[in-house]
């Protein structure tokens, strides 16, 4: 069983930064790969970014490249997402979510382990 508990939301002012936590209680973290998707009031949850068990592989939504890193560190059993440029529409319940596939996966369904959600609010 995987625990995962996301931190760093918040409120922020568009064009403000933040920087998202995932800690991990897994004595095998560096086993899965890591994402975070997003859900907006009234939307479907949606992919974000995911990153390979090492880090040598990510991915991005095509909305937030250029604009959000994800990176992690397995001695720590973290993964971060540090979003800049942050737009009114990047505001969402932003979740992290462990799976056992290769690569990062983009689809919901291959990720075995879900946190609760950290709130991210973007002012105009």
């Known amino acids: 069983q995987v625990q995962l508990v996301e931190s760093g939301g918040g409120l922020v002012q568009a064009g403000g930064s933040l920087r998202l936590t995932c800690a991990a209680s897994?004595?095998?973290?560096?086993?899965?790969?890591m994402g975070w998707f997003r859900q907006a009031p009234g939307k479907e949850r949606e992919f974000v970014s995911a990153?390979?068990?090492?880090?040598?592989?990510?991915n991005y939504a095509d909305f937030v490249k250029g604009r959000f890193t994800i990176s992690r560190d397995n001695a720590k059993n973290t993964v971060y997402l540090q979003m800049n440029s942050l737009k009114p529409e990047d505001a969402a319940v932003y979740y992290c979510?462990?799976?056992?596939?290769?690569?990062?996966?983009?689809?919901?369904?291959?990720?075995?382990?879900w946190g609760q959600g950290t709130q991210v609010t973007v002012s105009s």
């Open positions: 979510a462990a799976s056992l596939r290769i690569g990062g996966p983009k689809e919901e369904y291959k990720y075995n382990y």
């Open positions: 897994a004595p095998t973290f560096s086993n899965y790969a």
């Open positions: 990153i390979s068990w090492s880090g040598g592989s990510t």
